[in-house]
């Protein structure tokens, strides 16, 4: 079969080495998922260690040059093959727990991040590709340089593991970044204490202005002078834990300073 050449319009880098898709391959608790999505199989370098699961494998693929070469490649697969925008697949359509995993187009890379928190219900792990630099803000811990709104929506709801990282080598064409493989396992308990809504938005706007304070970054929420002399408002948001946003949105929603 003749290889594909990569699209840069669609981001496409494939990887070489086919040790390293096992590695990420084995990252995914096959046992505790009805179906499995790789976004964006390519070539099928990862589909080539994904075949033992193939009952509850899904193969979501944009490019339909890639599509005519894995039904020709994988024809017991056939029917298992979907050319269309992953972005915009109806997730509720497959059988639940839902696995996710590719090596990622980093143009899209944040979006799939935030189609996994949409469909935090049913979709129960992610094993995937990224920038280096996404892959580290998503597992950053409070405190660090890195930490900000990807880190605090997604350690919300999924327990977070840095795997590997991968120099330009590894694909075809190499990128101009190194990359990074993350491991995704959702929470036992993914009900937040507050109104989740308003949580989003309050970690959006800290970070919109990550090197003021919450007092200044938060002007928009109206708050009284007395909530906002409590002393979580005179930190910056990257030094804010999961739960302190939490207890951040319920003060700023009941307008009142726990006890």
């Given at each position: 079969m ?9 981001g496409?880098h ?5 040790n390293?898709?096992k ?8 046992n ?12 099928g ?5 994904l ?33 269309k925008?992953f ?19 980093y ?7 935030f ?28 405190g660090?340089?890195t ?9 919300a ?25 993350i ?12 109104d ?64």
């Amino acid at each position: 079969m003749k290889e594909l050449k990569p699209k840069k319009r669609l981001g496409q880098h494939f990887l070489k080495d086919s040790n390293i898709a096992k590695k990420i391959v084995d990252g995914l608790n096959h046992n505790d998922l009805n179906c499995i999505i790789e976004i964006g199989p390519g070539m099928g370098i990862l589909t080539d260690h994904l075949i033992p699961f193939k009952k509850k494998l899904q193969l979501v693929e944009i490019d339909s040059e890639s599509v005519k070469y894995l039904n020709q490649k994988y024809f017991d697969l056939n029917e298992r093959i979907i050319e269309k925008d992953f972005l915009k697949i109806n997730l509720t359509e497959f059988d639940s727990p839902i696995g996710l995993i590719g090596n990622f187009p980093y143009n899209i890379s944040s979006q799939i991040l935030f189609k996994l928190l949409e469909n935090k219900n049913i979709v129960d792990q992610l094993v995937g590709m990224f920038q280096l630099e996404v892959a580290k803000r998503v597992c950053a811990p409070p405190g660090s340089k890195t930490y900000g709104i990807l880190s605090v929506l997604v350690q919300a709801f999924y327990d977070t593991e840095f795997l590997f990282s991968l120099s330009p080598d590894y694909f075809s064409p190499p990128p101009k970044v190194n990359s990074g493989v993350i491991k995704l396992i959702k929470k036992e308990e993914i009900n937040l204490k507050c109104d989740e809504i308003l949580f989003f938005k309050v970690v959006k706007t800290s970070f919109q202005q990550r090197r003021k304070t919450l007092r200044n970054s938060l002007k928009t929420f109206n708050l009284s002078d007395n909530i906002k002399e409590d002393v979580i408002f005179g930190r910056r948001p990257e030094t804010l834990s999961v739960d302190e946003f939490v207890l951040l949105t319920n003060i700023i929603k009941n307008g009142i300073i726990p006890a």
